[in-house]
C-alpha cells in the first residue's frame, strides 16, 4: 500500500479528555500510569452499603473495592443552560459527558461553532442507566416526564443537540466492547465519507449494586478489588466508573487542517464468536484469533511489527488465558527472545470500564505512543502456567518502546463481540523557535469567576509544560483554536515568563482591539501552524444531586431557582428563562409533592410571566388546606 493509500485509510485521534479514578485527564492519567498507582478505592456510602452486601452467598457482593471518580455530582450547569431543576434530573452519565466532549473538541483545537449543521457523528459505548433505574425503583409515582430525558439513546443525542451536529448519533452497547466497537464503526463512517468528524465517547457510572451482584455469582469479582491480569492468582475483576470522549477525523484532513495528530487509527476489526465456543457466554478463542487477524489485515501491519498491546486484561481466570493465547499466535509468532510483545492492561490500575473500558484502553495505549514508554501493569505475581509465554511479557516497569510504534487495544465483550483497534504513532511535528516577536495571548470565559480561573491555570501551564512549547504556537493556538466568550483578557509578551508577568498584571490596554470578535485577522497575524496543548476550560460547578435541594423558603423563589435558566426579572417571560411547557409538567408534580394540594394544569399553562407565576404560587400557598 503506498503512503497515500495509507494516509487515506487512516484516521487521527486529534482530541482526548476523560474522567477516571484518579484523573481527571489524559495528563494526569499519564501521570498515574507512570507512578504505577492504583486508583481503586474503597465504595463510597453514596453508592450503596458495599459492606453489608459482602458476602459469597446469594444477593452478595464478592468485593467493595471499585474504580470511582470524584465528584460525579458536580456540574457548571449554566454553562450548559439549564437550570438546577434541570440538572439535579439529569443522568450524571450525560452531564459529565457534556464536559468532557467539551474537553475533547478543546483538546482537538475544533471549535465547537464551527461544527453547527455538519454531519459530525457521535458515538457512544455505554450498557446501564442505573440512574433511571434508580428512580423508576422508587415509585411509579418518580416516571416523571422529566426522566425521558435520561434514557440511553439520550446520552449521544444531547451531544447532537448541544452542540447541533446533524450526522449519526448513536449508542453502542455490545457490553464491555461496546466504546471499542463504537471506534471501529467511527471509523468506517470516516472512511467512506459519510462524516467530517466523529465524537466517541465510553461512559460507565455503576450507581447501583445489581450488576456486581450477578458478577459476584458468576464468579467474575475480584474479593479485593485488584485485577490481577496475567497472574496466577487472578480472581476477577473490579468495576469502575468512566467517561473518556476521543475526537476523530480522516488524517489527511487533520494534516491538511493544522490539528495535532495524538495518534493514527491504521485499521481496525469486530467480531462475533457465532458458535465457536460451547455456549453464548463462553468466549473463543477462535473468535479473538479471528478479529486479531482481521484487525491487522485491515491495517496492513505484519502483526510482528506491533511494539505492545493493551489487552481487554480483565483478571479473568477464564478470560486471561485465552487472550493471553490469542495474542501469542497472532503477534507473538516469529519475534526474537530479545523483542517480546508487551502486554498490558489499564484495568490493573483503575478497575474495569465496562462498556467504557476500550475506549479508556485506547487512550492509554495513545499516551504510551505519544512518551514511547508502556507502564508497569500492576498485581500481575507470578505468571499464570497456563499461557505459553514465548513471545509476550507483561511489563512489570516503565518500559521504553520505540519512538515510532505500533499498538494494539483490545475489547470482549460478554455478548461475544470481540474488538481490536491497530494505532501507530504520529509523525512527529517540527517547530520553530520563537524569534522575539512579541504575541497575544488572547483568553475569553463565560463568566469573570471562569476567567480569572483561566487566566490562573494559563500562568501554571506556561510556567509547566508549555515552557516547552513555542510562545507564538500558544498565542497561536488560543486565538484561533479556543471559543470566544463574552468575558476576556489579553496579555502580550515574547517569552514565557512574559506572558505570566502580563498575566498576572491584567489586559494591556494597547490590545484592546483583540477583544472584538471579528475585526481582527488572527489567521493573517499568526500565519500557518499545528494546534498545541492548551489547558481546557475552567468549570465552575456545583453539585446537583436528587434529595439536595433545599424545600423551604417562597415557594415562588424555590421553583425560579430549580427551574429558571438565566437571569431574570419580574416581566421576563417563562419561555424565555428556560420554563416550557415540559418545565411547567414537572413544576405541576413538584407543586403538588411540595403543598399537598390539586393544581390545575390549565391555570399554570396559562401563566406567562415570572410576576404571573409569583402571583400565583402565592395565592396557592395561601389558600387554607
Given at each position: 500500500?503506498?503512503?497515500?493509500?495509507?494516509?487515506?485509510?487512516?484516521?487521527?485521534?486529534?482530541?482526548?479528555?476523560?474522567?477516571?479514578?484518579?484523573?481527571?485527564d489524559p495528563g494526569r492519567l499519564w501521570e498515574l500510569l507512570r507512578a504505577g498507582v492504583d486508583a481503586t478505592a474503597d465504595t463510597p456510602a453514596e453508592r450503596y452499603d458495599a459492606a453489608a452486601l459482602r458476602t459469597s452467598g446469594p444477593g452478595g457482593l464478592a468485593g467493595s473495592r471499585a474504580g470511582y471518580v470524584d465528584g460525579i455530582a458536580d456540574f457548571d450547569a449554566g454553562f450548559f443552560g439549564m437550570s438546577a431543576a434541570e440538572a439535579t434530573a439529569l443522568d450524571p452519565q450525560q452531564r459529565l459527558l457534556l464536559m468532557c466532549a467539551w474537553e475533547g473538541l478543546e483538546d482537538a483545537g475544533i471549535v465547537p461553532e464551527r461544527l453547527r449543521g455538519t454531519r459530525t457523528g457521535v458515538f457512544v459505548g455505554n450498557s446501564r442507566a442505573d440512574f433511571l433505574e434508580t428512580a423508576l425503583?422508587?415509585?411509579l409515582s418518580s416516571a416523571t416526564a422529566a426522566q425521558l430525558g435520561n434514557v440511553r439513546s439520550l446520552l449521544p443525542a444531547r451531544l447532537s443537540h448541544f452542540f447541533d451536529l446533524r450526522g449519526p448519533s448513536l449508542v453502542v452497547d455490545t457490553a464491555c466492547s461496546s466504546a471499542l466497537t463504537a471506534v471501529h464503526q467511527a471509523v468506517r463512517c470516516l472512511r467512506s465519507g459519510e462524516i467530517p468528524v466523529a465524537l466517541v465517547a465510553g461512559v460507565n457510572l455503576p450507581l447501583r449494586p445489581d450488576e456486581g451482584v450477578m458478577m459476584s455469582q458468576?464468579?467474575?469479582?475480584?474479593?479485593?478489588?485488584?485485577?490481577?491480569?496475567?497472574?496466577?492468582?487472578?480472581?476477577?475483576?473490579?468495576?469502575?466508573?468512566?467517561?473518556?470522549v476521543v475526537v476523530l477525523k480522516p488524517l489527511e484532513a487533520a494534516l491538511a487542517d493544522g490539528d495535532r495528530v495524538r495518534a493514527v487509527i491504521a485499521g481496525s476489526a469486530v467480531g462475533n464468536d457465532g458458535r465457536s465456543s460451547g455456549a453464548v457466554l463462553n468466549p473463543s478463542l477462535e473468535g479473538q484469533v479471528d478479529v486479531l487477524r482481521w484487525a491487522y489485515q485491515d491495517a496492513g501491519v505484519d502483526p510482528s511489527a506491533v511494539d505492545f498491546v493493551e489487552a481487554h486484561?480483565?483478571?479473568?481466570?477464564l478470560l486471561d488465558p485465552l487472550e493471553l493465547t490469542a495474542l501469542g499466535r497472532v503477534l507473538g509468532a516469529s519475534r526474537p527472545p530479545q523483542r517480546p510483545l508487551l502486554v498490558g492492561s489499564v484495568k490493573s490500575n483503575l478497575g474495569h470500564a465496562e462498556a467504557a473500558g476500550g475506549l479508556v484502553g485506547l487512550i492509554k495505549a495513545a499516551l504510551c505512543l505519544e512518551h514511547s514508554q508502556v507502564p508497569a501493569s500492576l498485581h500481575a505475581g507470578v505468571p499464570r502456567s497456563d499461557v505459553d509465554w514465548a513471545g509476550l511479557s507483561i511489563p512489570q516497569e516503565l518500559t521504553d518502546i520505540p519512538d515510532r510504534a505500533i499498538a494494539g487495544v483490545s475489547a470482549q465483550g460478554s455478548s461475544a463481540l470481540n474488538a481490536h483497534v491497530v494505532l501507530r504513532s504520529a509523525d512527529p511535528e517540527p517547530r520553530v523557535p520563537d524569534d522575539g516577536t512579541?504575541?497575544?495571548?488572547?483568553?475569553?470565559?463565560?463568566?469573570?469567576?471562569?476567567?480569572?480561573?483561566?487566566?490562573?491555570?494559563?500562568?501554571?501551564?506556561?510556567?509547566?509544560?508549555?515552557?516547552?512549547?513555542?510562545?507564538?504556537?500558544?498565542c497561536r493556538s488560543a486565538a484561533l483554536r479556543r471559543t470566544r466568550f463574552e468575558h476576556r483578557a489579553v496579555a502580550i509578551g515574547a517569552t514565557h515568563q512574559e506572558l505570566i508577568e502580563a498575566l498576572s498584571t491584567g489586559s494591556t490596554p494597547e490590545l484592546d482591539r483583540f477583544?472584538?470578535?471579528?475585526?481582527?485577522?488572527?489567521?493573517?497575524?499568526?500565519?500557518?501552524?499545528?494546534?498545541?496543548?492548551?489547558?481546557t476550560y475552567p468549570w465552575q460547578t456545583r453539585r446537583y444531586w436528587p434529595g439536595d435541594?433545599?424545600?423551604?423558603?417562597?415557594?415562588?423563589?424555590?421553583?425560579?431557582?430549580?427551574?429558571?435558566?438565566?437571569?431574570?426579572?419580574?416581566?421576563?417571560?417563562?419561555?424565555?428563562?428556560?420554563?416550557?411547557?415540559?418545565?411547567?409538567?414537572?413544576?405541576?408534580?413538584?407543586?403538588?409533592?411540595?403543598?399537598?394540594?390539586?393544581?390545575?394544569?390549565e391555570e399554570l399553562a396559562s401563566l406567562r410571566t415570572v410576576r404571573d407565576l409569583c402571583r400565583w404560587a402565592r395565592d396557592l400557598t395561601e389558600v387554607p388546606r
Amino acid at each position: 500500500m503506498t503512503t497515500s493509500g495509507v494516509h487515506q485509510r487512516s484516521v487521527a485521534v486529534v482530541g482526548m479528555s476523560c474522567r477516571l479514578p484518579g484523573a481527571t485527564d489524559p495528563g494526569r492519567l499519564w501521570e498515574l500510569l507512570r507512578a504505577g498507582v492504583d486508583a481503586t478505592a474503597d465504595t463510597p456510602a453514596e453508592r450503596y452499603d458495599a459492606a453489608a452486601l459482602r458476602t459469597s452467598g446469594p444477593g452478595g457482593l464478592a468485593g467493595s473495592r471499585a474504580g470511582y471518580v470524584d465528584g460525579i455530582a458536580d456540574f457548571d450547569a449554566g454553562f450548559f443552560g439549564m437550570s438546577a431543576a434541570e440538572a439535579t434530573a439529569l443522568d450524571p452519565q450525560q452531564r459529565l459527558l457534556l464536559m468532557c466532549a467539551w474537553e475533547g473538541l478543546e483538546d482537538a483545537g475544533i471549535v465547537p461553532e464551527r461544527l453547527r449543521g455538519t454531519r459530525t457523528g457521535v458515538f457512544v459505548g455505554n450498557s446501564r442507566a442505573d440512574f433511571l433505574e434508580t428512580a423508576l425503583q422508587r415509585g411509579l409515582s418518580s416516571a416523571t416526564a422529566a426522566q425521558l430525558g435520561n434514557v440511553r439513546s439520550l446520552l449521544p443525542a444531547r451531544l447532537s443537540h448541544f452542540f447541533d451536529l446533524r450526522g449519526p448519533s448513536l449508542v453502542v452497547d455490545t457490553a464491555c466492547s461496546s466504546a471499542l466497537t463504537a471506534v471501529h464503526q467511527a471509523v468506517r463512517c470516516l472512511r467512506s465519507g459519510e462524516i467530517p468528524v466523529a465524537l466517541v465517547a465510553g461512559v460507565n457510572l455503576p450507581l447501583r449494586p445489581d450488576e456486581g451482584v450477578m458478577m459476584s455469582q458468576a464468579g467474575a469479582m475480584s474479593a479485593d478489588g485488584r485485577s490481577r491480569f496475567g497472574g496466577a492468582d487472578a480472581d476477577g475483576h473490579a468495576p469502575s466508573d468512566a467517561v473518556a470522549v476521543v475526537v476523530l477525523k480522516p488524517l489527511e484532513a487533520a494534516l491538511a487542517d493544522g490539528d495535532r495528530v495524538r495518534a493514527v487509527i491504521a485499521g481496525s476489526a469486530v467480531g462475533n464468536d457465532g458458535r465457536s465456543s460451547g455456549a453464548v457466554l463462553n468466549p473463543s478463542l477462535e473468535g479473538q484469533v479471528d478479529v486479531l487477524r482481521w484487525a491487522y489485515q485491515d491495517a496492513g501491519v505484519d502483526p510482528s511489527a506491533v511494539d505492545f498491546v493493551e489487552a481487554h486484561g480483565a483478571g479473568s481466570p477464564l478470560l486471561d488465558p485465552l487472550e493471553l493465547t490469542a495474542l501469542g499466535r497472532v503477534l507473538g509468532a516469529s519475534r526474537p527472545p530479545q523483542r517480546p510483545l508487551l502486554v498490558g492492561s489499564v484495568k490493573s490500575n483503575l478497575g474495569h470500564a465496562e462498556a467504557a473500558g476500550g475506549l479508556v484502553g485506547l487512550i492509554k495505549a495513545a499516551l504510551c505512543l505519544e512518551h514511547s514508554q508502556v507502564p508497569a501493569s500492576l498485581h500481575a505475581g507470578v505468571p499464570r502456567s497456563d499461557v505459553d509465554w514465548a513471545g509476550l511479557s507483561i511489563p512489570q516497569e516503565l518500559t521504553d518502546i520505540p519512538d515510532r510504534a505500533i499498538a494494539g487495544v483490545s475489547a470482549q465483550g460478554s455478548s461475544a463481540l470481540n474488538a481490536h483497534v491497530v494505532l501507530r504513532s504520529a509523525d512527529p511535528e517540527p517547530r520553530v523557535p520563537d524569534d522575539g516577536t512579541r504575541w497575544p495571548l488572547v483568553l475569553s470565559a463565560r463568566t469573570p469567576e471562569a476567567l480569572a480561573e483561566l487566566s490562573r491555570t494559563y500562568v501554571d501551564h506556561l510556567a509547566g509544560p508549555g515552557a516547552a512549547v513555542p510562545v507564538r504556537d500558544i498565542c497561536r493556538s488560543a486565538a484561533l483554536r479556543r471559543t470566544r466568550f463574552e468575558h476576556r483578557a489579553v496579555a502580550i509578551g515574547a517569552t514565557h515568563q512574559e506572558l505570566i508577568e502580563a498575566l498576572s498584571t491584567g489586559s494591556t490596554p494597547e490590545l484592546d482591539r483583540f477583544l472584538g470578535s471579528e475585526s481582527v485577522d488572527r489567521d493573517g497575524l499568526f500565519g500557518r501552524g499545528r494546534h498545541v496543548p492548551l489547558p481546557t476550560y475552567p468549570w465552575q460547578t456545583r453539585r446537583y444531586w436528587p434529595g439536595d435541594e433545599p424545600d423551604g423558603g417562597d415557594t415562588a423563589e424555590w421553583l425560579l431557582g430549580k427551574h429558571a435558566r438565566t437571569g431574570f426579572d419580574q416581566d421576563s417571560t417563562l419561555s424565555d428563562i428556560g420554563i416550557d411547557s415540559l418545565a411547567k409538567l414537572q413544576l405541576l408534580v413538584e407543586l403538588q409533592q411540595r403543598t399537598g394540594r390539586e393544581v390545575d394544569p390549565e391555570e399554570l399553562a396559562s401563566l406567562r410571566t415570572v410576576r404571573d407565576l409569583c402571583r400565583w404560587a402565592r395565592d396557592l400557598t395561601e389558600v387554607p388546606r
